[in-house]
């Protein structure tokens, strides 16, 4: 059964026809000085040209051949191949500003400056465009922490702007203001004008053509309007001062001019009168005599909203805030009793399930 299948059968033989070593037909080798030429192109080449060609072909003269020119354009910045080209480019370009500002400003012996020289510097107006504004500007979505670093380099180049402007290098002054200028927005300049406009009116003066001023005080839900105005002196009948020379203790009969009075009036009623408390009156009162200037200045007072002890405290602050308009002098003593800032305590809302905002109602066992 398993003869056939296991049974082994012989080998098969595979004749090959030897070759013949030696071949018949012998091929020539090209001549040294030739060169190939594509069958396709020799009905376009004459045989002087072609003979021309192999006379003046040498082999060492291919290294010594110039190189085709590539026909790849050369990018226009090294960030070109990047998802935001132009931030990167603006980067470097800011660097470079901020160098040779550096540099200008050093040659003037303007930098480095020392602490005291700094704070002295105008302040800061700056009026940068956001990081929606400044993705638009610069072509390319910005994540926060570029836009930080973009403003940095801004905010470096705007002090050393100040720097030249106090120093009156003019020149580089302008080429700064031309290079930030392209970062700033429409509404933040509108704002820095605006906080321009009202640090030149606060420098002009808080009084009016009246001599009077007008202070604004809050405390609590109360808000005071108050005009101050200096009391007027009443004028000597002689028009030259007699010197005295007798002793005050011998001038008993010398009459003193009387202390100069002042009005205080709150929504047209007198102080007296509007304040039952003396807590109210002297707080009212009280940067009056701190200042030294207690019946020096008639106060008019316009008061709305709260209690009492809200109304005397809104009042007191816009009364020394109209003592510094007409004494400057006094302002580090009314700062140094903290009548110059705002009380911030205010009336703690109601709590659900309380009675007030800490009373608990009375507890009931059943």
């Avoid at 070593?21 to 012998?26: E, I, N, P, R």
């Avoid at 002054?173 to 392209?182: P, S």
């Avoid at 001023?213 to 839900?221: E, L, M, P």
């Avoid at 703690?348 to 507890?363: I, Q, S, V």
């Amino acid at each position: 059964m398993f003869a056939g299948r296991f049974s082994r059968r012989p080998p098969r033989l595979h004749v090959f026809a030897p070759r013949s070593l030696t071949t018949t037909a012998t091929t020539t080798p090209p001549p040294p000085n030739s060169r190939f030429v594509p069958p396709a192109s020799l009905e376009t080449m004459d045989e002087t040209q072609l003979e021309g060609d192999q006379a003046g072909f040498d082999v060492d003269s291919r290294s010594r051949r110039p190189r085709p020119e590539s026909k790849r354009p050369v990018p226009p910045s090294p960030a070109f191949y990047t998802a935001r080209s132009l931030y990167y480019d603006t980067l470097v370009q800011l660097q470079s500003a901020l160098s040779l500002s550096r540099r200008a400003l050093r040659a003037q012996h303007l930098l480095p400056l020392p602490p005291f020289a700094l704070r002295a510097l105008p302040p800061a107006q700056p009026a940068w465009a956001n990081k929606s504004e400044m993705s638009l500007i610069l072509q390319a979505p910005l994540t926060a922490r570029m836009y930080k670093r973009v403003v940095m380099l801004l905010r470096e180049l705007e002090q050393y702007e100040r720097i030249a402007r106090v120093a009156d290098a003019t020149e580089l002054e302008d080429a700064i203001t031309d290079i930030t200028k392209g970062f700033e927005s429409k509404k933040g300049i509108q704002a820095r004008d605006t906080r321009i406009r009202a640090r030149e009116a606060k420098e002009k003066g808080p009084l009016d053509r009246y001599g009077r001023s007008y202070t604004v005080g809050r405390r609590k839900t109360s808000t005071a309007r108050v005009w101050m105005i200096e009391v007027q002196k009443p004028k000597d009948s002689t028009s030259e001062p007699v010197a005295n020379t007798t002793s005050i203790l011998s001038s008993s009969n010398a009459t003193t001019p009387p202390p100069p009075t002042s009005t205080v009036l709150i929504n047209s009623v007198p102080i007296s009168n509007y304040f039952p408390l003396p807590a109210d009156r002297e707080g009212v009162l009280r940067p009056l005599k701190l200042a030294g200037l207690l019946g020096a200045f008639n106060v008019f007072a316009l008061v709305r909203g709260g209690g009492t002890s809200g109304q005397s405290g809104a009042i007191a602050l816009a009364v020394a805030k109209g003592c510094v308009a007409h004494v400057p002098e006094v302002e580090p003593i009314l700062k140094k009793a903290k009548l110059m800032r705002r009380d911030p305590r205010m009336v703690e809302r109601k709590k659900t399930g309380l009675a007030k905002a800490r009373k608990r109602y009375t507890w009931v066992k059943r």
